[in-house]
């Protein structure tokens, strides 16, 4: 499957992404997992459509886990 078929499959699935970066990928924030960066930082894990990491994020734009 191509990145774009797991970015369709999520959004159908209900799951919206709550991130875009500026190159205009998509991303969600993983509400299942946690690491102790993510908790000491107070910030979110962001995944892609295919459930991998990308990356944290603290932004104001993103909703609370």
Not at 47 to 58: E, P
Request: hydrophobic fraction near 25%.
């Amino acid at each position: 499957m191509k990145n774009r078929d797991y970015t369709k499959k999520r959004i159908d699935e209900g799951q919206e992404p709550r991130y875009q970066t500026k190159r205009g990928k998509l991303l969600w924030i993983d509400t299942e997992h946690y690491d102790d960066y993510s908790s000491a930082n107070h910030c979110h894990i962001l995944t892609d459509a295919k459930n991998n990491f990308w990356g944290y994020s603290d932004s104001d734009q993103i909703e609370a886990i």
